[in-house]
């Protein structure tokens, strides 16, 4: 099995900056770059609204794939946001992949548009909903779809390039969100054993954290009947102490690890998850240039 490697972008301004990023992150042999879909993602700092931003990249690449990792249920109606996704495929000639959330590990997204906290139960229910509904517009299928949480009635989106409909991946750590990846997903992406918050594991405890997700992922694709195999496997390179751009060996050792798992495809944090947490997303010459080396050495020499 091949890895593929992509780079998560906090959506930051100016968008020149975006702009020479990402092709330079092309130009390296990077197979997917992605956006985040917070708006806040630390107090004082702010993001672009992902879709929109997305769609003006789109143009400015020719190769890498795009999308969101991960946009989340707080913010869209599931049609508005099939529209968005079927805009920006046909913007990237058939390119793009919709990574979508339900934020459960996100609360603070809940103020920004301005309803109450969700139990636990209340987002998996409305994460379903915006699920199937998705599902179906990406294939530019009529919908008629009764509720509860998003009544919807489409007669049908411009059909999309990609066929039966550009990839749907789903972030998702807890029984309900495994099933429904296993359901419907192309792909499931998760942190890679790692808390979103609090204390971080060990990167051993990090790797049997995301050996157990995986096995209950298994077991979710055997219950609905379907081969585990044919659901890509993603993780986020989160919460990673040395960066695994730090060294060769240790990105060997890291992407390895994770691969003898049955994960195809690592996205690291470009620039580094430190750096997007600061008011300063700098980063230091020494390790850009041990990205640049290991890129050219382990990415850019593949074939695509």
């Avoid at 050792?253 to 994770?258: D, I, K, Q, R």
């Amino acid at each position: 099995m091949t890895m593929r490697f992509g780079t998560l972008s906090f959506t930051r301004a100016p968008f020149e900056d975006l702009v020479a990023r990402w092709r330079w992150l092309e130009e390296l042999g990077f197979d997917s770059a992605w956006v985040d879909d917070d708006l806040v993602a630390e107090p004082g700092l702010s993001d672009f609204e992902a879709w929109t931003v997305l769609g003006a990249l789109a143009r400015e690449t020719t190769r890498m794939r795009i999308g969101t990792l991960v946009s989340t249920i707080a913010f869209r109606h599931p049609a508005f946001l099939a529209a968005q996704a079927v805009t920006v495929d046909h913007l990237s000639a058939g390119r793009v992949s919709l990574g979508l959330g339900s934020g459960d590990c996100c609360p603070e997204f809940n103020p920004l548009v301005g309803h109450e906290d969700w139990s636990s139960t209340q987002r998996g229910d409305r994460f379903e909903e915006q699920v199937l509904v998705v599902d179906a517009l990406l294939r530019g299928e009529p919908v008629t779809h009764s509720g509860p949480h998003y009544p919807t009635t489409v007669a049908a989106m411009p059909p999309p390039v990609q066929r039966p409909r550009p990839p749907l991946i789903l972030a998702a750590h807890g029984p309900r969100g495994l099933r429904l990846a296993a359901r419907y997903a192309d792909g499931w992406n998760c942190f890679g054993g790692q808390p979103y918050e609090g204390p971080t594991r060990t990167f051993p405890d990090a790797l049997d954290e995301t050996r157990r997700l995986i096995a209950r992922l298994d077991e979710a694709c055997e219950e609905t009947g379907r081969g585990p195999d044919t659901l890509d496997r993603s993780v986020f390179a989160y919460r990673v102490e040395p960066d695994p751009f730090s060294s060769l060996n240790w990105f060997d050792e890291y992407v390895g690890s994770y691969g003898e798992l049955g994960i195809n495809a690592i996205v690291f944090f470009w620039p580094p998850l430190p750096n997007v947490r600061a008011t300063d997303v700098s980063v230091a010459a020494t390790l850009r240039q041990s990205f640049e080396r290991i890129a050219a050495q382990r990415i850019g020499l593949r074939s695509h």
